[in-house]
């Protein structure tokens, strides 16, 4: 067992792990998937590595149904896009055939041949651009790397009915864990490209996403990784956990996690109902925006905005060479549609 200690104070669970890895034999771990755990978490609990080091806080039913309800339905369809942009999460494993092949052809073609389909998806803000407005932009990629992203700039109204939940997300992350949220709010509240009066600037949302070992890229080095659940119908399995560890946390609906995400980090197999939803939300600042943009003033953070959705009125085909549909464009276009960036789980 990985336990070194374990305390019950009140209503909450106390856990000092140890490693039941070591450092090699987790490495290897990384895009496969892990079946079983030594310690499956379902109550509240605070887990600490030997040295004293937080790994996670797991806090039960902390975000009102309503909330939930609002920030679902508002996504819609959304939600539920097929995309391929989750490489190692969805346990892609390529052959050394196909790496050298990947090499012989565009990003944009490689990720359509190879990368493993889910429903992962993003809104808010990012630090990259879609190779679709890449290619509009022409030889010089724009500066800073920075957009709204394409679902709440088209619908606004909707956005705003997410923000309850993503603000309550907020206000746990502040509470459980505020010294590393004030390190990650400070850079929040430096920039204007952010979901306002929080400390995020990005919400990736996953729909029945057994995610395959991984760690997480691109987020605040600073802070502490996020996780909540909303589900609809009935499910088993799907406990998000921490590999090294041997601990895995059985995130529900309502529940929320704290965690180290930059540790190994995936999902026992998840066994769902029918058409059972379990719908997990990961909102965090990505490290690249806030560096793009602090310094920009909120005028001129709008106007960038502006410029770069210009771009996208233009018709692909009516570019100067690209008049022909090729292979390549049509991936460009799909990935385009899915509003490109390296989300979370
Ligand atoms: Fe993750």
Redesign the pocket.
């Known amino acids: 067992m990985s336990i070194i200690h374990e305390a019950h104070i009140g209503g909450l669970a106390l856990y000092v792990l140890r490693k039941v890895f070591t450092d090699d034999e987790t490495e290897e771990m990384t895009s496969k998937y892990v079946d079983t755990v030594k310690l499956v978490i379902n109550d509240d609990s605070d887990v600490y590595d030997e040295n004293g080091k937080i790994l996670a806080r797991f806090r039960k039913a902390v975000i009102p149904l309503d909330e939930q309800t609002s920030f679902y339905n508002a996504l819609g369809k959304h939600l539920h896009h097929i995309g391929q942009l989750r490489g190692i ?1 969805t346990a892609t494993e390529l052959t050394e055939e196909q790496r050298k092949e990947c090499k012989t052809i565009s990003r944009a073609s490689a990720i359509t041949k190879f990368n493993g389909k889910c429903k992962s998806n993003i809104f808010g803000y990012f630090d990259t651009f879609t190779p679709h407005t890449k290619r509009l932009m022409g030889k010089t990629v724009w500066k800073p790397y920075a957009r709204i992203c394409a679902w709440n700039r088209k619908n606004p109204e909707k956005y705003q009915q997410t923000l309850p939940l993503i603000k309550q997300v907020d206000r746990l992350y502040a509470k459980l864990q505020p010294d590393k949220y004030s390190k990650q709010r400070e850079k929040a509240d430096a920039i204007f490209m952010k979901i306002e009066d929080t400390a995020f600037t990005t919400i990736t949302t996953n729909i029945n996403f057994r ?1 395959a070992l ?3 890229k691109g987020d605040d080095i600073d802070g502490f ?1 996020n ?1 909540s659940v909303i589900e609809y119908g009935s499910y088993t399995g799907g406990e998000t956990c921490l590999y090294q560890y041997g601990v895995g946390f059985n995130v529900r609906g309502g529940d929320i996690l704290l965690m180290d ?1 930059h540790q190994l ?2 999902n026992l197999p998840l066994n769902l109902e029918g058409d059972a939803i379990r719908c997990s939300i ?1 909102c965090y600042l990505r490290a690249g925006l806030w560096k793009n943009t602090k310094g920009m003033t909120k005028e001129e953070c709008d106007a960038y905005i502006q410029r770069v959705q210009s771009l996208g009125k233009k018709s692909i085909c009516n570019v100067d060479g690209l008049r022909d549909c090729n292979t390549d464009l049509q991936a460009l276009r799909v990935i385009d549609d899915e509003d490109f960036g390296d989300a ?2």
Do not use: I, P, R
Request: net charge neutral; aromatic share 0%; charged share 15%.
């Open positions: 999460a995610t991984h760690t997480d990784g996780l995400v980090h995936g990961v979370k789980a």
